[in-house]
């Protein structure tokens, strides 16, 4: 079992920035694909980024590709979502997650994960 818990949401004004964190226990962190995902109000959830276990292998959805910066220290336990110009159409409750497995250009954004935090709430005004 791996239990995450997701922390740094809160509210900033448009082109602002701010950064998640998500702190894993249980098992060993270092072994799990690390994702984040966020769901709007009145939308489904959606894939926000990806992180492998060594860090080599990204990706961002294109709505935040060139804004949002993902990284992980597996020393501390945490995976990171720096996210910069912020706009209010990022306004949403932040969700990290873990996975087993592999992570390939085909299933990165999958939803299928083993493990989910409770979310964070991120509110931008404009």
């Known amino acids: 079992q791996v239990r995450l818990v997701e922390s740094g949401g809160g509210l900033v004004q448009a082109g602002g920035p701010l950064r998640l964190s998500c702190a894993a226990s249980?098992?060993?962190?270092?072994?799990?694909?690390m994702a984040w995902f966020r769901q709007a109000p009145g939308k489904e959830r959606e894939f926000v980024s990806v992180?492998?276990?060594?860090?080599?292998?990204?990706r961002y959805a294109d709505s935040v590709k060139g804004r949002f910066t993902i990284s992980r220290d597996n020393a501390k336990n945490t995976v990171y979502l720096q996210m910069n110009s912020l706009k209010p159409e990022d306004t949403a409750v932040y969700y990290c997650?873990?996975?087993?497995?592999?992570?390939?250009?085909?299933?990165?954004?999958?939803?299928?994960?083993?493990?989910w935090g409770q979310g964070t709430q991120v509110t931008i005004s404009s």
């Open positions: 997650a873990a996975r087993g497995g592999s992570l390939t250009d085909t299933n990165y954004n999958t939803e299928a994960n083993d493990y």
């Open positions: 249980g098992r060993t962190f270092s072994n799990y694909i």
């Open positions: 992180i492998s276990t060594g860090s080599l292998f990204i």
